[in-house]
Protein backbone atom coordinates (compact mmCIF):
# COMPACT_ATOMS: atom_id res chain seq x y z
CA UNK A 1 0.00 0.00 0.00
CA UNK A 2 2.61 1.90 0.96
CA UNK A 3 4.51 1.86 -2.39
CA UNK A 4 1.88 2.56 -4.24
CA UNK A 5 1.33 5.43 -2.68
CA UNK A 6 5.17 6.64 -3.22
CA UNK A 7 4.53 5.45 -6.79
CA UNK A 8 1.31 7.55 -7.04
CA UNK A 9 3.41 10.74 -5.67
CA UNK A 10 6.70 10.04 -8.17
CA UNK A 11 3.90 10.10 -11.09
CA UNK A 12 1.81 12.80 -9.91
CA UNK A 13 4.45 15.05 -8.59
CA UNK A 14 2.09 15.62 -5.52
CA UNK A 15 2.37 14.38 -2.28
CA UNK A 16 -0.24 11.43 -1.24
CA UNK A 17 -2.50 13.11 1.12
CA UNK A 18 -2.07 12.10 4.19
CA UNK A 19 -6.02 11.64 5.06
CA UNK A 20 -8.40 11.10 2.44
CA UNK A 21 -12.31 11.07 2.09
CA UNK A 22 -13.55 8.72 -0.50
CA UNK A 23 -17.08 9.15 -1.34
CA UNK A 24 -17.97 8.90 2.31
CA UNK A 25 -21.77 8.50 3.14
CA UNK A 26 -22.32 8.11 7.14
CA UNK A 27 -25.87 7.18 8.66
CA UNK A 28 -26.29 7.36 12.20
CA UNK A 29 -29.88 6.33 13.40
CA UNK A 30 -31.78 5.93 10.18
CA UNK A 31 -30.36 9.85 9.44
CA UNK A 32 -27.52 10.94 6.30
CA UNK A 33 -25.02 13.17 8.56
CA UNK A 34 -22.47 12.90 5.62
CA UNK A 35 -22.89 11.92 2.22
CA UNK A 36 -20.69 11.49 -0.45
CA UNK A 37 -17.83 13.77 1.01
CA UNK A 38 -14.80 13.19 -0.83
CA UNK A 39 -11.37 15.36 0.73
CA UNK A 40 -7.73 14.75 0.77
CA UNK A 41 -5.69 16.49 3.05
CA UNK A 42 -1.78 16.84 2.43
CA UNK A 43 0.73 15.78 5.13
CA UNK A 44 1.71 19.18 7.05
CA UNK A 45 -1.58 20.83 5.70
CA UNK A 46 -3.63 22.60 8.17
CA UNK A 47 -7.05 22.36 6.56
CA UNK A 48 -10.06 24.06 8.54
CA UNK A 49 -13.38 23.05 8.47
CA UNK A 50 -16.48 25.52 8.86
CA UNK A 51 -19.99 25.35 8.19
CA UNK A 52 -23.57 26.45 10.45
CA UNK A 53 -24.18 24.64 13.16
CA UNK A 54 -25.44 20.68 13.35
CA UNK A 55 -23.80 20.47 9.70
CA UNK A 56 -21.69 17.62 10.77
CA UNK A 57 -18.30 19.14 11.32
CA UNK A 58 -17.57 17.13 14.18
CA UNK A 59 -18.96 13.95 12.50
CA UNK A 60 -16.72 14.31 9.92
CA UNK A 61 -13.40 14.65 12.22
CA UNK A 62 -14.69 11.76 14.26
CA UNK A 63 -14.71 9.96 10.96
CA UNK A 64 -11.28 11.22 9.97
CA UNK A 65 -10.30 10.26 13.66
CA UNK A 66 -11.92 6.28 13.39
CA UNK A 67 -14.26 6.76 15.82
CA UNK A 68 -17.12 6.46 13.33
CA UNK A 69 -16.66 4.14 10.49
CA UNK A 70 -18.30 4.96 7.53
CA UNK A 71 -21.88 3.66 6.07
CA UNK A 72 -20.37 3.70 2.43
CA UNK A 73 -17.42 5.00 0.90
CA UNK A 74 -13.16 5.10 2.58
CA UNK A 75 -11.51 6.85 4.90
CA UNK A 76 -7.63 6.15 4.61
CA UNK A 77 -4.71 7.13 6.44
CA UNK A 78 -1.65 6.91 5.19
CA UNK A 79 -2.62 4.94 2.15
CA UNK A 80 -4.63 2.53 4.48
CA UNK A 81 -7.79 2.07 5.60
CA UNK A 82 -8.84 3.96 8.62
CA UNK A 83 -10.48 0.59 10.65
CA UNK A 84 -9.89 2.09 14.26
CA UNK A 85 -8.34 5.32 16.00
CA UNK A 86 -4.50 5.18 16.45
CA UNK A 87 -2.10 6.84 18.40
CA UNK A 88 -0.70 8.82 15.38
CA UNK A 89 -4.18 10.77 15.51
CA UNK A 90 -4.50 13.02 18.47
CA UNK A 91 -8.17 14.82 18.82
CA UNK A 92 -8.44 17.79 21.01
CA UNK A 93 -11.75 17.88 22.09
CA UNK A 94 -14.07 20.99 22.66
CA UNK A 95 -14.98 20.05 25.91
CA UNK A 96 -11.58 19.57 27.68
CA UNK A 97 -13.54 19.59 31.22
CA UNK A 98 -15.02 16.41 29.94
CA UNK A 99 -11.56 14.74 28.14
CA UNK A 100 -9.19 15.42 30.98
CA UNK A 101 -8.83 12.92 33.99
CA UNK A 102 -10.15 14.88 37.07
CA UNK A 103 -8.22 12.25 39.34
CA UNK A 104 -4.57 13.16 38.20
CA UNK A 105 -2.57 16.33 37.73
CA UNK A 106 -0.81 17.91 34.96
CA UNK A 107 1.68 15.81 35.14
CA UNK A 108 -0.73 12.69 35.44
CA UNK A 109 -3.20 13.69 32.22
CA UNK A 110 0.41 14.03 30.20
CA UNK A 111 1.64 10.87 31.33
CA UNK A 112 -1.03 9.15 30.17
CA UNK A 113 -0.42 9.36 26.05
CA UNK A 114 3.25 8.65 27.66
CA UNK A 115 1.95 5.50 29.23
CA UNK A 116 -0.38 4.32 26.50
CA UNK A 117 2.60 4.79 24.07
CA UNK A 118 4.66 2.20 25.81
CA UNK A 119 7.38 5.04 27.12
CA UNK A 120 9.86 3.84 30.24
CA UNK A 121 8.52 5.35 33.61
CA UNK A 122 12.00 6.43 34.15
CA UNK A 123 11.72 8.79 31.18
CA UNK A 124 8.23 9.83 31.60
CA UNK A 125 8.86 12.79 33.74
CA UNK A 126 11.31 14.79 31.38
CA UNK A 127 9.76 14.32 28.72
CA UNK A 128 6.30 15.31 31.07
CA UNK A 129 8.33 18.74 31.69
CA UNK A 130 9.53 19.26 27.99
CA UNK A 131 5.83 18.84 26.90
CA UNK A 132 4.06 21.37 29.62
CA UNK A 133 6.52 24.16 28.93
CA UNK A 134 6.18 23.33 25.15
CA UNK A 135 2.57 24.65 26.12
CA UNK A 136 3.52 27.20 28.19
CA UNK A 137 2.36 25.12 31.31
CA UNK A 138 5.98 25.48 33.24
CA UNK A 139 5.11 24.83 37.11
CA UNK A 140 1.63 23.74 36.87
CA UNK A 141 2.95 20.47 36.96
CA UNK A 142 1.14 18.99 40.41
CA UNK A 143 -1.84 20.70 39.93
CA UNK A 144 -5.73 19.07 38.71
CA UNK A 145 -7.75 20.00 36.03
CA UNK A 146 -10.19 21.96 38.35
CA UNK A 147 -7.37 23.70 39.46
CA UNK A 148 -6.73 25.55 36.42
CA UNK A 149 -8.53 27.97 33.99
CA UNK A 150 -10.38 26.73 30.89
CA UNK A 151 -7.20 28.12 28.82
CA UNK A 152 -5.22 26.25 30.76
CA UNK A 153 -6.92 23.26 30.25
CA UNK A 154 -7.01 23.48 26.72
CA UNK A 155 -3.78 23.76 26.87
CA UNK A 156 -2.92 20.72 29.05
CA UNK A 157 -4.99 18.50 26.47
CA UNK A 158 -3.11 20.01 23.72
CA UNK A 159 -0.03 18.95 25.99
CA UNK A 160 -0.96 15.80 26.08
CA UNK A 161 -1.95 15.23 22.36
CA UNK A 162 1.67 16.28 21.76
CA UNK A 163 2.68 13.90 23.87
CA UNK A 164 1.20 11.37 21.65
CA UNK A 165 3.88 12.66 18.47
CA UNK A 166 0.50 12.73 16.39
CA UNK A 167 1.33 12.29 12.62
CA UNK A 168 -2.65 14.40 12.08
CA UNK A 169 -3.66 16.58 14.80
CA UNK A 170 -7.74 17.34 14.77
CA UNK A 171 -9.13 19.91 16.23
CA UNK A 172 -12.93 20.41 17.14
CA UNK A 173 -13.41 24.15 18.32
CA UNK A 174 -10.88 23.90 20.48
CA UNK A 175 -11.11 27.38 21.49
CA UNK A 176 -14.80 27.53 21.41
CA UNK A 177 -15.58 28.06 25.16
CA UNK A 178 -12.89 30.63 25.75
CA UNK A 179 -12.38 34.46 25.72
CA UNK A 180 -10.68 36.29 22.57
CA UNK A 181 -7.60 37.43 24.55
CA UNK A 182 -6.87 33.41 25.51
CA UNK A 183 -8.32 32.38 21.94
CA UNK A 184 -5.53 34.70 19.65
CA UNK A 185 -2.81 33.77 22.20
CA UNK A 186 -3.61 30.02 21.89
CA UNK A 187 -4.28 30.35 18.01
CA UNK A 188 -0.26 31.76 18.01
CA UNK A 189 0.76 29.04 19.96
CA UNK A 190 -0.71 26.35 18.01
CA UNK A 191 0.91 27.55 14.89
CA UNK A 192 3.83 27.79 16.25
CA UNK A 193 3.34 24.22 17.57
CA UNK A 194 2.39 23.16 14.52
CA UNK A 195 5.16 24.83 12.11
CA UNK A 196 7.72 22.94 14.79
CA UNK A 197 6.16 19.27 14.47
CA UNK A 198 4.77 19.42 11.23
CA UNK A 199 1.94 17.53 11.54
CA UNK A 200 -1.00 17.55 9.68
CA UNK A 201 -3.88 19.11 10.87
CA UNK A 202 -7.91 19.67 10.35
CA UNK A 203 -9.40 22.20 12.86
CA UNK A 204 -12.77 22.70 12.90
CA UNK A 205 -14.32 25.91 14.17
CA UNK A 206 -17.55 28.25 13.78
CA UNK A 207 -15.13 31.30 13.84
CA UNK A 208 -14.43 32.30 9.94
CA UNK A 209 -11.89 34.98 10.87
CA UNK A 210 -9.62 32.03 13.17
CA UNK A 211 -10.52 29.64 9.66
CA UNK A 212 -8.79 32.00 7.68
CA UNK A 213 -6.02 33.08 9.90
CA UNK A 214 -4.95 29.61 10.92
CA UNK A 215 -5.57 27.69 7.41
CA UNK A 216 -3.76 26.77 4.58
CA UNK A 217 -7.11 26.04 2.79
CA UNK A 218 -10.79 26.23 4.15
CA UNK A 219 -13.51 23.98 3.91
CA UNK A 220 -17.22 25.20 4.20
CA UNK A 221 -19.67 22.48 4.67
CA UNK A 222 -23.50 22.57 3.47
CA UNK A 223 -25.76 20.81 6.17
CA UNK A 224 -28.89 18.03 5.47
CA UNK A 225 -26.99 15.81 4.74
CA UNK A 226 -23.30 17.49 5.14
CA UNK A 227 -21.36 18.00 2.60
CA UNK A 228 -18.68 20.59 0.84
CA UNK A 229 -20.13 23.87 -0.35
CA UNK A 230 -17.25 25.53 -0.96
CA UNK A 231 -13.63 24.99 -0.92
CA UNK A 232 -10.95 27.97 -0.56
CA UNK A 233 -6.79 28.01 -0.95
CA UNK A 234 -5.84 30.62 1.75
CA UNK A 235 -2.62 32.38 0.05
CA UNK A 236 -1.40 34.13 3.11
CA UNK A 237 2.13 34.90 4.36
CA UNK A 238 3.10 32.64 7.01
CA UNK A 239 3.82 33.13 9.53
CA UNK A 240 0.59 34.92 10.38
CA UNK A 241 0.47 38.12 12.21
CA UNK A 242 -2.92 39.13 14.48
CA UNK A 243 -2.74 42.04 13.34
CA UNK A 244 -1.66 42.44 9.95
CA UNK A 245 -2.66 39.48 8.89
CA UNK A 246 -5.85 39.65 9.77
CA UNK A 247 -5.95 43.34 7.91
CA UNK A 248 -4.92 41.76 4.23
CA UNK A 249 -6.72 42.35 1.58
CA UNK A 250 -6.95 38.94 0.95
CA UNK A 251 -8.13 38.08 4.02
CA UNK A 252 -10.51 40.08 3.86
CA UNK A 253 -12.00 39.06 0.62
CA UNK A 254 -11.98 35.37 1.75
CA UNK A 255 -13.53 36.34 5.23
CA UNK A 256 -16.23 38.24 2.77
CA UNK A 257 -16.81 34.78 0.55
CA UNK A 258 -16.72 32.70 3.78
CA UNK A 259 -19.32 35.01 5.30
CA UNK A 260 -21.44 34.92 2.41
CA UNK A 261 -21.30 31.26 1.99
CA UNK A 262 -22.37 30.70 5.50
CA UNK A 263 -25.20 33.33 5.25
CA UNK A 264 -26.37 31.53 1.79
CA UNK A 265 -26.28 27.70 3.59
CA UNK A 266 -28.47 29.26 6.35
CA UNK A 267 -31.63 29.23 3.97
CA UNK B 1 -9.29 23.99 62.51
CA UNK B 2 -11.36 26.76 62.30
CA UNK B 3 -13.29 28.51 64.91
CA UNK B 4 -16.85 26.99 63.73
CA UNK B 5 -16.12 23.54 64.05
CA UNK B 6 -13.85 23.79 67.21
CA UNK B 7 -17.25 24.67 68.41
CA UNK B 8 -19.18 21.81 67.54
CA UNK B 9 -16.44 19.70 68.39
CA UNK B 10 -16.92 20.66 72.08
CA UNK B 11 -20.67 20.59 71.89
CA UNK B 12 -20.88 17.60 70.93
CA UNK B 13 -18.15 16.12 73.74
CA UNK B 14 -20.87 18.03 76.06
CA UNK B 15 -23.83 16.36 74.72
CA UNK B 16 -21.91 12.94 75.59
CA UNK B 17 -20.86 13.81 78.96
CA UNK B 18 -24.44 14.94 79.28
CA UNK B 19 -25.78 11.54 78.62
CA UNK B 20 -23.14 9.56 80.40
CA UNK B 21 -24.09 11.72 83.19
CA UNK B 22 -27.71 10.77 82.52
CA UNK B 23 -27.10 7.62 82.41
CA UNK B 24 -25.04 7.37 85.97
CA UNK B 25 -27.91 9.00 87.72
CA UNK B 26 -30.18 6.55 86.37
CA UNK B 27 -28.18 3.96 87.85
CA UNK B 28 -27.21 5.15 91.11
CA UNK B 29 -31.05 6.20 91.52
CA UNK B 30 -31.77 2.53 91.05
CA UNK B 31 -34.28 3.58 88.59
CA UNK B 32 -33.16 0.51 86.40
CA UNK B 33 -32.39 -2.76 88.60
CA UNK B 34 -28.44 -2.88 88.68
CA UNK B 35 -29.42 -6.36 87.66
CA UNK B 36 -30.08 -5.36 83.97
CA UNK B 37 -28.27 -1.95 84.00
CA UNK B 38 -24.94 -0.95 85.48
CA UNK B 39 -23.70 2.52 85.85
CA UNK B 40 -21.13 3.87 83.83
CA UNK B 41 -18.52 3.52 86.39
CA UNK B 42 -19.30 -0.40 86.68
CA UNK B 43 -19.49 -0.92 83.09
CA UNK B 44 -15.82 1.09 82.63
CA UNK B 45 -14.51 -1.58 85.51
CA UNK B 46 -15.63 -4.74 83.22
CA UNK B 47 -14.33 -3.23 80.42
CA UNK B 48 -10.69 -2.62 82.14
CA UNK B 49 -10.77 -5.91 83.84
CA UNK B 50 -11.60 -7.70 80.71
CA UNK B 51 -8.77 -5.92 78.89
CA UNK B 52 -6.42 -6.99 81.52
CA UNK B 53 -7.16 -10.47 81.75
CA UNK B 54 -7.20 -10.65 78.66
CA UNK B 55 -10.22 -11.99 77.30
CA UNK B 56 -11.97 -9.17 75.50
CA UNK B 57 -8.92 -8.76 73.62
CA UNK B 58 -9.25 -11.76 71.90
CA UNK B 59 -12.68 -10.99 71.46
CA UNK B 60 -12.03 -8.09 70.23
CA UNK B 61 -9.76 -10.07 68.17
CA UNK B 62 -12.10 -12.05 66.89
CA UNK B 63 -14.87 -10.11 65.71
CA UNK B 64 -12.27 -8.16 64.01
CA UNK B 65 -11.18 -10.57 62.28
CA UNK B 66 -14.82 -11.68 60.88
CA UNK B 67 -15.63 -8.56 59.73
CA UNK B 68 -12.38 -7.77 58.04
CA UNK B 69 -12.19 -11.06 56.03
CA UNK B 70 -16.30 -10.71 55.15
CA UNK B 71 -15.81 -7.28 54.50
CA UNK B 72 -13.04 -7.87 51.82
CA UNK B 73 -14.31 -10.55 50.73
CA UNK B 74 -17.58 -8.25 49.83
CA UNK B 75 -15.31 -5.74 48.77
CA UNK B 76 -13.91 -7.63 45.92
CA UNK B 77 -16.52 -9.70 44.58
CA UNK B 78 -18.09 -6.46 45.05
CA UNK B 79 -15.90 -4.49 42.74
CA UNK B 80 -15.57 -7.09 39.93
CA UNK B 81 -19.25 -7.95 39.51
CA UNK B 82 -20.21 -4.40 39.83
CA UNK B 83 -17.63 -3.59 37.08
CA UNK B 84 -18.53 -6.26 34.98
CA UNK B 85 -22.22 -5.41 34.87
CA UNK B 86 -22.04 -2.09 35.38
CA UNK B 87 -19.25 -0.90 32.48
CA UNK B 88 -21.97 -3.11 29.70
CA UNK B 89 -25.08 -1.55 28.88
CA UNK B 90 -26.63 -5.04 27.87
CA UNK B 91 -25.97 -6.24 31.34
CA UNK B 92 -27.39 -3.65 33.26
CA UNK B 93 -30.86 -4.02 31.33
CA UNK B 94 -30.84 -7.60 31.63
CA UNK B 95 -29.01 -7.91 35.54
CA UNK B 96 -30.34 -4.94 37.40
CA UNK B 97 -34.08 -5.86 37.71
CA UNK B 98 -32.70 -9.18 39.16
CA UNK B 99 -30.47 -7.28 41.54
CA UNK B 100 -33.34 -5.11 42.67
CA UNK B 101 -34.96 -7.82 43.65
CA UNK B 102 -32.68 -9.44 45.71
CA UNK B 103 -31.18 -6.51 47.11
CA UNK B 104 -33.95 -5.35 49.78
CA UNK B 105 -33.82 -9.39 51.18
CA UNK B 106 -33.09 -9.20 54.70
CA UNK B 107 -29.61 -10.69 55.27
CA UNK B 108 -31.28 -12.43 58.28
CA UNK B 109 -33.43 -13.87 55.89
CA UNK B 110 -30.63 -16.14 54.03
CA UNK B 111 -28.89 -17.47 57.65
CA UNK B 112 -31.07 -20.13 57.77
CA UNK B 113 -29.98 -21.33 54.65
CA UNK B 114 -26.23 -20.40 54.54
CA UNK B 115 -26.55 -22.83 58.19
CA UNK B 116 -28.40 -25.42 56.58
CA UNK B 117 -25.65 -25.59 53.92
CA UNK B 118 -22.27 -25.05 56.09
CA UNK B 119 -23.39 -25.34 59.46
CA UNK B 120 -22.56 -23.35 62.56
CA UNK B 121 -19.08 -22.50 60.82
CA UNK B 122 -16.41 -19.77 60.33
CA UNK B 123 -17.03 -20.61 56.83
CA UNK B 124 -21.26 -19.62 57.15
CA UNK B 125 -20.59 -16.38 58.88
CA UNK B 126 -18.03 -15.19 56.07
CA UNK B 127 -20.73 -16.54 53.69
CA UNK B 128 -23.54 -14.06 55.81
CA UNK B 129 -21.28 -11.30 56.41
CA UNK B 130 -20.08 -11.01 53.04
CA UNK B 131 -23.22 -11.53 51.34
CA UNK B 132 -24.96 -8.69 53.65
CA UNK B 133 -21.96 -6.45 52.99
CA UNK B 134 -21.58 -7.13 49.15
CA UNK B 135 -24.76 -4.99 47.99
CA UNK B 136 -23.49 -1.10 48.85
CA UNK B 137 -20.31 -1.86 47.44
CA UNK B 138 -21.92 -3.78 43.90
CA UNK B 139 -24.38 -0.94 43.17
CA UNK B 140 -22.11 1.95 44.02
CA UNK B 141 -19.82 0.22 41.52
CA UNK B 142 -22.30 -0.46 38.87
CA UNK B 143 -23.55 3.15 39.17
CA UNK B 144 -19.94 4.16 39.41
CA UNK B 145 -19.24 2.48 36.12
CA UNK B 146 -22.40 3.18 34.57
CA UNK B 147 -21.12 7.12 34.79
CA UNK B 148 -17.90 6.97 33.51
CA UNK B 149 -17.74 9.95 31.21
CA UNK B 150 -18.06 8.52 27.53
CA UNK B 151 -15.25 11.21 26.25
CA UNK B 152 -12.60 9.36 28.27
CA UNK B 153 -13.23 6.34 26.70
CA UNK B 154 -12.38 7.84 23.47
CA UNK B 155 -9.33 9.25 24.66
CA UNK B 156 -8.52 6.03 25.28
CA UNK B 157 -9.45 5.31 22.75
CA UNK B 158 -7.56 7.46 20.65
CA UNK B 159 -4.44 6.58 22.82
CA UNK B 160 -5.46 2.92 21.59
CA UNK B 161 -4.98 2.16 25.58
CA UNK B 162 -5.99 -1.86 26.44
CA UNK B 163 -8.75 -3.04 27.86
CA UNK B 164 -6.92 -4.05 30.92
CA UNK B 165 -5.37 0.22 30.76
CA UNK B 166 -8.97 1.74 30.38
CA UNK B 167 -10.39 -0.55 33.76
CA UNK B 168 -7.79 0.82 35.83
CA UNK B 169 -6.71 3.77 34.66
CA UNK B 170 -9.90 5.57 33.41
CA UNK B 171 -13.13 3.18 34.95
CA UNK B 172 -11.98 2.26 38.41
CA UNK B 173 -10.43 5.82 39.40
CA UNK B 174 -13.47 7.25 37.89
CA UNK B 175 -15.90 5.50 40.00
CA UNK B 176 -13.72 5.09 43.15
CA UNK B 177 -15.95 7.90 45.30
CA UNK B 178 -18.91 5.68 44.51
CA UNK B 179 -16.95 2.58 45.12
CA UNK B 180 -15.46 3.92 48.46
CA UNK B 181 -18.86 5.27 49.69
CA UNK B 182 -20.20 2.03 49.19
CA UNK B 183 -17.10 0.31 50.99
CA UNK B 184 -18.05 2.74 54.02
CA UNK B 185 -21.62 1.67 54.26
CA UNK B 186 -20.34 -2.08 54.04
CA UNK B 187 -18.25 -1.64 56.58
CA UNK B 188 -21.52 -1.02 59.41
CA UNK B 189 -23.24 -3.81 57.69
CA UNK B 190 -20.01 -6.19 58.35
CA UNK B 191 -19.89 -5.39 61.87
CA UNK B 192 -23.93 -5.93 62.43
CA UNK B 193 -23.61 -8.98 61.22
CA UNK B 194 -20.37 -10.50 62.58
CA UNK B 195 -22.11 -9.89 65.79
CA UNK B 196 -25.28 -11.34 64.35
CA UNK B 197 -23.05 -14.96 63.27
CA UNK B 198 -21.13 -14.85 66.51
CA UNK B 199 -24.39 -15.34 68.78
CA UNK B 200 -25.91 -17.58 66.29
CA UNK B 201 -23.15 -19.96 65.57
CA UNK B 202 -21.36 -19.54 68.73
CA UNK B 203 -17.89 -18.28 67.42
CA UNK B 204 -15.42 -16.59 69.21
CA UNK B 205 -16.12 -12.46 69.25
CA UNK B 206 -17.81 -9.59 71.08
CA UNK B 207 -21.16 -11.19 70.25
CA UNK B 208 -20.57 -14.37 71.93
CA UNK B 209 -19.08 -12.39 74.96
CA UNK B 210 -22.11 -10.07 75.01
CA UNK B 211 -24.87 -13.04 74.73
CA UNK B 212 -22.89 -15.19 77.61
CA UNK B 213 -23.11 -12.02 79.97
CA UNK B 214 -26.47 -11.77 79.61
CA UNK B 215 -26.94 -15.14 80.08
CA UNK B 216 -25.25 -15.22 83.15
CA UNK B 217 -26.75 -11.75 84.26
CA UNK B 218 -23.21 -9.76 84.08
CA UNK B 219 -24.44 -7.08 83.23
CA UNK B 220 -21.46 -5.10 83.35
CA UNK B 221 -19.31 -7.08 81.24
CA UNK B 222 -22.33 -6.61 79.04
CA UNK B 223 -22.16 -3.39 78.95
CA UNK B 224 -18.90 -3.24 78.15
CA UNK B 225 -18.94 -5.61 75.12
CA UNK B 226 -21.84 -3.30 73.46
CA UNK B 227 -19.57 -0.48 74.38
CA UNK B 228 -16.47 -1.96 72.69
CA UNK B 229 -18.73 -2.86 69.66
CA UNK B 230 -19.84 0.80 69.23
CA UNK B 231 -16.35 2.02 69.65
CA UNK B 232 -15.39 -0.64 67.00
CA UNK B 233 -18.03 0.76 64.42
CA UNK B 234 -16.87 4.55 65.59
CA UNK B 235 -13.32 4.21 65.04
CA UNK B 236 -13.59 1.96 61.39
CA UNK B 237 -15.82 4.15 60.24
CA UNK B 238 -13.29 7.30 60.76
CA UNK B 239 -10.43 5.31 59.59
CA UNK B 240 -12.27 4.53 56.67
CA UNK B 241 -13.14 8.60 55.91
CA UNK B 242 -9.84 9.10 55.79
CA UNK B 243 -9.07 6.62 54.05
CA UNK B 244 -11.34 8.08 51.27
CA UNK B 245 -10.06 11.40 51.91
CA UNK B 246 -6.60 10.48 51.28
CA UNK B 247 -7.74 8.68 48.02
CA UNK B 248 -9.91 11.33 46.76
CA UNK B 249 -8.06 14.44 47.56
CA UNK B 250 -8.36 15.32 43.90
CA UNK B 251 -11.84 15.99 44.37
CA UNK B 252 -11.82 18.34 47.52
CA UNK B 253 -9.36 20.43 44.81
CA UNK B 254 -12.79 20.31 42.76
CA UNK B 255 -14.68 22.58 45.01
N1 LIG C 1 -24.97 9.90 17.27
C1 LIG C 1 -25.83 10.58 16.49
N2 LIG C 1 -27.03 10.03 16.13
C2 LIG C 1 -27.89 10.71 15.36
N3 LIG C 1 -27.67 11.94 14.89
C3 LIG C 1 -26.52 12.54 15.20
C4 LIG C 1 -25.54 11.90 16.02
N4 LIG C 1 -24.49 12.73 16.17
C5 LIG C 1 -24.81 13.84 15.48
N5 LIG C 1 -26.01 13.74 14.90
C6 LIG C 1 -26.66 14.74 14.04
O1 LIG C 1 -25.80 14.99 12.97
C7 LIG C 1 -25.81 16.36 12.62
C8 LIG C 1 -24.41 16.89 12.60
O2 LIG C 1 -23.88 16.85 13.91
P1 LIG C 1 -22.44 17.41 14.24
O3 LIG C 1 -22.25 17.30 15.70
O4 LIG C 1 -21.45 16.77 13.36
O5 LIG C 1 -22.60 18.93 13.82
P2 LIG C 1 -21.57 20.14 13.97
O6 LIG C 1 -21.39 20.72 12.64
O7 LIG C 1 -20.37 19.70 14.68
O8 LIG C 1 -22.43 21.11 14.87
P3 LIG C 1 -21.91 22.18 15.95
O9 LIG C 1 -21.38 23.32 15.18
O10 LIG C 1 -23.16 22.54 16.67
O11 LIG C 1 -20.91 21.50 16.80
C9 LIG C 1 -26.71 17.05 13.61
O12 LIG C 1 -27.95 17.28 12.98
C10 LIG C 1 -26.85 16.07 14.74
O13 LIG C 1 -28.12 16.15 15.32
MG1 LIG D 1 -19.52 20.12 16.59
Known amino acids: MASAAKRLEAISGMPAPQIRFDAVTLQLGGKTIIEDLSLGVQPGEFLCIVGASGCGKTTALRLAAGLYQPTSGKVNFDGQPMREPRREIAIVFQDYGKALLPWRTAAGNVSLALEAGGMPSAERPARIEELLRTVGLPGHAGKYPSEMSGGMQQRLQIARCLAQEPKTLLMDEPFGALDAMTRQGLQDEVLSLVAASGATVIFVTHDLDEAIYLGDRVIGLLPHPGRIGIELSVNLPRPRDQLSTREHPEFLRLRRQLFDFIKASEH | ?255
Request: glycine share 8%.
Open chain 2, 1 to 255: MNRTALVWRLASFAVAAGFIALWQLIANLKLVSPVFLPGPDRAWAALVRGFSSGDLWSKLAGTLEHMAYGWLAASIAGIAIGAIIGSSRTMRTYVAPSLEFLRPLPVSAIIPVAIAMLGLTQAMALFVIAFGAIWPIMLATIHGFAAVEPRLYEVARSLQMSRLAVIFKIALPSASPDILAGMRLSLTVALILSVVCEILAGLDGLGHWVLLSARSFRSADLFAGVILLGVTGYVTSVAMSLAEHRLLAWQAAQQ
